[in-house]
């Protein structure tokens, strides 16, 4: 009797284990379609679009990125906007942040705009749109880094775009800064 | 521990006067018309208009911030300490629009007079203006941020010994912007515009139109403005103290970090525009210059000093300094726990069919404790 209940549990977790393994990575490794921005954002918001990974985002402006409760929320939305940075439209360095990945039950392409960051390659363009008007920027480098590896960023004058979000995927180990030129 | 001691934004704005004034001037219409032959007709008009503008401006402002912070004096382990100072001052700043530039000047129709006639308009304008400003700013700003996590003291104990102190940052911003501005719009070019018309007169007629303008401003701006710019950093992680213990002794002192960013930007800036200043015609730079004293000069005695003990000046770069030392967290670790977790579950599981005797020959796998 103890080794039939022990055979059928044994067959419950190694089922459960296969199936909550695809329910977590489902998110991640299937092809899923960017969610086209609404009409008024389109028009008078702040947002950015990277084709070559069919990322589409509202971008939430001078979020604090000191603050984790502040930024988390924003990050709901979309893609936050570093507060103290140069905002979109002006000249100087733009960080933009968002979430590489999130628990399955609360990941969705609207809070993970940047689940496939780390695919951008050199020549790749970022479209960052403000109030109608969309400037393109040209990926021309990237780098994996600690968290308190902050010393590169120290040139911010020129017209730049910085998005970061962590690597590996699944974590909050290091983080994936990508570097793009207004041209 | 992460705590923001105190943020504090003080910006004053302590005067501002904008002047505006109306001209006497005015658009007219003389006529010399309808007149018999041989008639002898003068006109003879003389505006005058003068405008004088004082203003005398005076402002004492004094910051004074001292900020203490102090996580731990005997605790073992000691939590982070993070202080953030935003001062911003601004004072004295005066607009002067002249509102009379783009007025129309006099019409001047002489017209279907008689033969021999002898007209004559005579206009006569004078327009004078007089700008002075005297500003007079004393901007003080003292700060004191005094941060300690160390100075901790564990002495007779028996076993291991371990004193961990916090890290400290600290973010100093001080900006005094456009402290005594003064701006004057007005044309001597003068738009002012005459319609003279001469016409349907008789033969042998003889007319006579003469304008005489004279414009005149004169701005005088005496700016004094004294900046004094005191900022004083002190940090301590370390001084430690651990005696007469009898085990490991372990003391790990916490990093010091000291962000000071000091603008003195727009001092002293007079700016007299007499091109034109019609309202849809703006001239003023984006950027004024940082010290233009005009008549008499300014005085800018900026002073700043930043010290830290065991600290280091970070390059106080508007990026670095947006993000601080920390770049946000943007993943989360659920997805790793959770495939340990399931890694964990399916190890069971196979240990269970073993145990059972009943799973298949592949799946047999040798476990003993």
Redesign the interface.
């Known amino acids: 009797m103890q080794?039939?209940l022990?055979?059928y549990?044994?067959?419950?977790?190694?089922?459960?284990?296969?199936l909550?393994?695809a329910l977590?990575?489902a998110p991640?490794m299937l092809p899923q379609k960017s969610t086209p921005l609404s009409d008024e954002v389109r028009r008078n918001g702040t947002s950015i679009e990277i084709p070559a990974i069919d990322a589409t985002a509202e971008i939430v402006l001078d979020v604090d990125?000191?603050d984790?409760s502040k930024?988390l929320v924003a990050?709901d939305r979309g893609v936050?906007h570093?507060?103290?940075?140069a905002k979109p439209g002006e000249d100087?360095?733009i960080?933009l942040?968002?979430?590489?990945?999130?628990?399955?039950w609360?990941m969705t392409r609207v809070n993970t705009p940047?689940l496939s960051l780390q695919k951008l390659e050199y020549g790749h363009s970022v479209l960052i749109t403000n109030q109608g008007k969309t400037e393109t920027y040209i990926v021309f480098d990237r780098k994996e880094?600690w968290?308190?590896?902050?010393?590169y960023?120290?040139?911010?004058e020129e017209n730049m775009l910085?998005l970061?979000?962590?690597?590996p995927?699944?974590?909050?180990?290091k983080?994936l800064l990508i570097f793009a030129k207004r041209v | 521990m992460r705590e923001l001691l105190k943020i504090t934004t003080l910006t004053i704005l302590s005067t501002c006067f904008f002047f505006s004034w109306n001209s006497n001037a005015q658009a007219e219409t003389l006529e010399i018309t309808g007149n018999g032959e041989s008639a002898i007709s003068s006109i003879e008009q003389n505006n005058h208009s003068g405008q004088t503008v004082v203003s005398s401006n005076e402002v004492n402002i004094n910051n004074n911030i001292q900020i203490q912070s102090n996580t731990g004096s005997t605790t073992i382990t000691t939590g982070n300490s993070s202080s953030t100072t935003n001062v911003e001052n601004s004072a004295n700043t005066n607009s002067i629009n002249d509102p009379n530039c783009c007025i129309v000047g006099a019409s001047v129709n002489v017209s279907e007079n008689g033969s021999n006639t002898m007209n004559s308009v005579s206009i006569g304008t004078k327009k004078g203006m007089s700008v002075e400003s005297n500003n007079t700013a004393k901007v003080s700003t003292s700060i004191t941020n005094t941060s300690q996590t160390g100075a901790n003291t564990a002495n007779n104990n028996t076993g291991i010994t371990s004193i961990t102190t916090g890290n400290i940052q600290v973010t100093t911003q001080v900006k005094n912007n456009d402290v005594n501005g003064n701006t004057t719009r007005t044309s001597l070019t003068n738009s002012e515009a005459f319609n003279i018309n001469v016409s349907g007169n008789g033969a042998g007629s003889e007319t006579r139109v003469m304008i005489d303008k004279h414009n005149n401003m004169v701005v005088y701006s005496t700016n004094i403005a004294e900046i004094s710019n005191i900022i004083e950093q002190l940090s301590n992680t370390g001084n430690n103290i651990a005696n007469n213990n009898t085990g490991n002794v372990i003391i790990r002192t916490g990093d010091i970090s000291v962000t000071t960013l000091l603008e003195n930007v727009g001092i002293n800036s007079t700016i007299a525009d007499v091109t034109s200043c019609c309202p849809n015609i703006s001239t003023t730079p984006n950027n004024p210059p940082d010290t233009d004293p005009g008549r008499g000069g300014g005085t800018i005695i900026p002073s700043s000093s930043s010290t830290s003990s065991g600290g280091m000046i970070l390059g106080a770069t508007t990026l670095a300094y947006a993000l601080g030392e920390v770049l946000p967290a943007t993943g989360a670790n659920t997805t790793l726990w959770a495939t340990v977790f399931n890694v964990f579950m399916l190890l069971m599981g196979l240990y269970l069919r073993n145990r059972s005797g009943r799973s298949p020959a592949i799946l047999t796998i040798e476990i003993t404790f």
């Not at chain 1, 570093?82 to 940075?85: D, E, P, S």
């Not at chain 1, 942040?97 to 399955?104: D, I, K, M, R």
């Not at chain 1, 968290?147 to 010393?151: F, G, I, L, S």
Request: hydrophobic share 40%.
């Open positions: 080794k039939n022990a055979y549990l044994g067959n419950i977790l190694i089922v459960g284990s296969i909550c393994t977590i990575y991640i990125p000191f984790k930024y990050l936050a570093a507060q103290g940075t100087g360095t960080f942040f968002a979430h590489s990945s999130l628990p399955p609360e940047f880094v968290p308190n590896e902050v010393d960023l120290a040139n911010s910085i970061q979000t962590c690597t995927l699944g974590t909050s180990l983080r």
